[in-house]
């Protein structure tokens, strides 16, 4: 009698422990989630036009003397008044930037829909990606216009 009831445990036991690989196993083996990617065509302030693919906004966040933590992201960072907005790439059509005033870069972001705003970068960071002679990298107040494709 002994042995059949540490028998029945070690089956669930067993049981218990092959269910739990293979929901772990199971997690791993999911499709990792691929983040949209953009391309656009970015011209400077000395008319320059570079296509830049993987497109995203880029800025460091200065931790200590000595330590950034890098962001990127694939929204612009804006604000109107006391409104903060974070407007994703994929709504944007285009994006013109005017000298850069007391408040900081102003843009006139163009929505895909046709919808326009003037809005004040919130971050001074730049547009960063691959273009077809490596990695690019423009700094927002040096930005005349952004195009996205």
Request: hydrophobic share 40%; aromatic share 8%.
């Amino acid at each position: 009698m002994r042995h059949g009831r540490l028998g029945r445990r070690r089956i669930w036991a067993s049981l218990l422990l092959i269910l739990s690989l293979v929901a772990i196993a199971g997690e791993t083996w999911a499709e990792p989630k691929t983040e949209k990617t953009f391309t656009a065509v970015v011209t400077d302030a000395q008319g320059i036009d570079t296509e830049i693919r993987n497109l995203i906004f880029y800025w460091e966040e200065k931790v200590s003397e000595t330590a950034f933590v890098p962001h990127e992201l694939r929204h612009l960072p804006v604000k109107r008044g006391s409104t903060t907005n974070n407007i994703p790439f994929d709504k944007i059509k285009q994006v013109e930037t005017k000298p850069a005033g007391s408040e900081g870069i102003t843009v006139l972001v163009t929505l895909a829909n046709g919808k326009t705003g003037e809005f004040v970068l919130t971050i001074p960071g730049s547009f960063r990606g691959e273009s077809d002679f490596g990695q690019a990298d423009v700094q927002a107040k040096s930005v005349a216009k952004v195009v996205l494709k």
